[in-house]
């Protein structure tokens, strides 16, 4: 279960509470006339989920609540989220509380509301709860629009059908018509989809790393690849510049080579034994060395505590999803709650009790929320094992400049310090010959520098296959297909006028499509309200049956306001509402709202809110509804608002 709403509580100024539930995984139906309140439900649940404006009307409700809540419920844990209510002349008010817990009980008054997070907090924690990983969607080269990470703020767009959208032919989505929104649908829709691997801010940041690291070594390539491309004649050349400046002697059974590292030896012993001063510039570099080996060190612990936490959570999940097969046993045993002493296959008398089905049950599904969690938390010991991968390579790269700098001062100082003439002579020969030793001897000792360079290149070619664009559009083209095939039996459910024909969702135009024999029919292409509003509701049906099949990280529930407004006005009178077939055709919508949910065969079902003035004399729908909000029934109870009379003076 990603989330679903427990409850809507409002806390009057008055001091009292109000409590409306809500049945998880099921229908709910509040039925009632208009002015109500039914539609600032909506507005109530997007702004405790984070959206930065309170668009509830102004009136009865803004006038008379003092702060709105929502009881939430998650696998395993419940929160509870409360926002004041802005002042008349404010759109919105920074205080915010919320609290999570295993169970929750809700605050009696509003005295009890002490804020503890900011909205950004409130955002990020509700993302982490549902299980919204790290993710970033890269828009392609050459536009202008920055990267853009999916939130809770992006997965409300599937999850809402306000009053006025639910069947406009022109938008699909919630907001849809809001500057950068459709934008921002199209870009997170990926993720939410599962098209766009869960890792891939982690696979982005390897992909930085590596290239970083394939650059340097590239470079190191050419680098030796021009000193060690003069070969023995640059040898030859210094050892002749040797021997004229009297540092060595010919030998001609030893090879230039071997003789130019016997010299630079024996030069640097005596190098050490006048043992010159280099200045305190080297001795500050010497300490910013230090500094740098230690910071390494601590990163590498850093590393390897964090590599031994993912590998006891890889054990953890594989001992526990090997206990989990074992007890998934219990589907298939006779049930034997008669006699826990009885085999409950072949019914011998046993001398130890056997453990009923329902205990099992409970082990298997407390199992399986902690699997849950260990998955959830994978991708961000995998993202923190990255950042310290790089940070190790920065320190790497820093060690290394010191280590030229300290080099380049101390051949400097030692040139100074050389007197003038033949030690002078030989001092430049020297170092020459160091020079010559420590470039090109160090890349043919490092024969593996080619295999490195070859695996880096594989490895970036394997993450940017994961991460290109046309692999993630054959992953939505596929997930698409899938969700197609439900928002055509919803069609046929329906009898929607293009019923015989495939439907499907283009969220390139973020519309839906009807593809007939001649040409594709888009929402915007066919007539009446009745279409328009079916296109709507097979969509959002079919997109969350797809999110609770894959588990994915979106509101288990969608909100609808008012759907049988395209069948008769709102305010029709129950007795005269619409025409014999706008009544079957209401009916038939709800027959399949509630066969869509009680009736899906999934793994998760999925909670759906409907709002409506429709209050159908049918079994089914009656069993439906949460409240009736007719007569003096509303959101807001009606002593709210009747003043108080005056309290009697003095004189009386």
């Not at 959208?165 to 907001?175: S, T, V």
């Not at 400097?412 to 001092?427: C, I, S």
């Amino acid at each position: 279960m990603s989330m679903q709403i427990r409850a809507i509580i409002v806390y009057g100024k008055n001091g009292q509470r109000r409590v409306l539930p809500f049945r998880l995984n099921d229908v709910n139906i509040i039925t009632g006339k208009s002015g109500t309140g039914k539609t600032a439900l909506s507005d109530i649940l997007d702004y405790c989920l984070g959206r930065n404006t309170c668009n509830v009307a102004h009136g009865v409700i803004r006038n008379t609540v003092a702060w709105y809540a929502l009881h939430l419920q998650f696998l395993d844990t419940q929160a509870f989220v409360a926002r004041r209510n802005p002042d008349p002349e404010a759109n919105t008010n920074p205080d915010i509380l919320f609290q999570t817990a295993k169970l929750i009980t809700l605050p009696e008054s509003p005295e009890e509301l002490v804020p503890n997070i900011t909205e950004q907090g409130l955002n990020d924690a509700l993302s982490t709860l549902m299980g919204i990983t790290p993710n970033e969607n890269v828009p392609p080269a050459g536009t202008t629009r920055r990267a853009l990470r999916a939130t809770l703020d992006h997965a409300k767009f599937l999850v809402f059908q306000g009053q006025s959208e639910i069947f406009d032919r022109d938008i699909l989505f919630h907001r849809q018509k809001e500057e950068f929104i459709p934008q921002a649908i199209k870009d997170t829709l990926p993720y939410f989809i599962g098209a766009v691997p869960d890792t891939s801010l982690m696979l982005r940041e390897q992909l930085r790393v590596a290239k970083l690291e394939l650059g340097r070594l590239r470079r190191q390539q050419i680098e030796a690849d021009r000193i060690a491309g003069e070969g023995d004649s640059r040898a030859n050349s210094l050892l002749s510049e040797a021997t004229e400046v009297g540092l060595i002697q010919v030998d001609g059974a030893a090879t230039p080579r071997i003789q130019l590292v016997a010299l630079r030896d024996e030069d640097s012993g005596a190098m050490v034994r006048r043992n010159y001063d280099f200045g305190e510039e080297a001795n500050r570099l010497r300490a910013e060395l230090a500094a740098a080996r230690q910071e390494y060190q601590e990163l590498q612990v850093q590393a390897r505590s964090a590599s031994e936490f993912n590998s006891a959570q890889s054990l953890f999940e594989t001992e526990a999803q090997s206990h989990a097969s074992r007890l998934e046993i219990v589907g298939i045993l006779p049930n034997n709650e008669g006699d826990a002493h009885m085999c409950p296959l072949c019914k011998s008398e046993l001398d130890e009790p056997v453990p009923a089905a329902a205990d099992l049950e409970e082990s298997l599904r407390k199992l399986r929320s902690e699997l849950d969690g260990v998955g959830s938390n994978r991708p961000r010991v995998d993202e923190y094992l990255i950042r310290l991968q790089a940070q190790q390579q920065v320190v790497r790269q820093r060690m290394s400049d010191i280590r030229q700098r300290l080099n380049s001062i101390e051949a400097q100082n030692r040139q100074a310090q050389l007197m003038f003439g033949l030690e002078r002579r030989q001092a430049i020969v020297l170092g020459r010959v160091s020079l010559y030793l420590e470039s090109v001897p160090e890349v043919k000792a490092d024969a593996s520098l080619g295999k490195r360079i070859h695996s880096l290149e594989v490895q970036i070619a394997e993450i940017e296959e994961k991460l290109q664009d046309e692999t993630v559009r054959e992953a939505v083209d596929s997930a698409l297909s899938r969700i197609s095939l439900w928002m055509t039996a919803g069609a046929k459910a329906l009898e929607m006028e293009w019923q015989p024909n495939p439907h499907r969702l283009d969220i390139g135009l973020l519309t839906v499509v009807a593809d007939t024999d001649v040409r594709p029919v888009r929402m915007t292409q066919m007539g009446s309200a009745a279409n328009w509003l079916g296109c709507h509701l097979i969509s959002h049906v079919a997109l969350q049956k797809w999110f609770a099949t894959k588990k994915r990280p979106v509101p288990r529930f969608l909100f609808l306001d008012q759907p049988t407004s395209a069948y008769y006005p709102p305010d029709d009178d129950e007795a005269k509402q619409g025409t014999d077939d706008d009544r079957i055709a209401v009916m038939r919508m709800y027959n399949w709202f509630i066969d869509s949910v009680q009736k899906a065969d999934l793994k998760e079902k999925f909670q759906l809110i409907i709002v409506d003035h429709a209050d159908l004399k049918d079994a089914r729908f009656q069993a439906c509804i949460v409240e009736k909000w007719r007569g003096e029934k509303a959101l807001i109870p009606r002593d709210w608002t009747v003043p108080k009379p005056p309290a009697p003076s003095l004189e009386e």
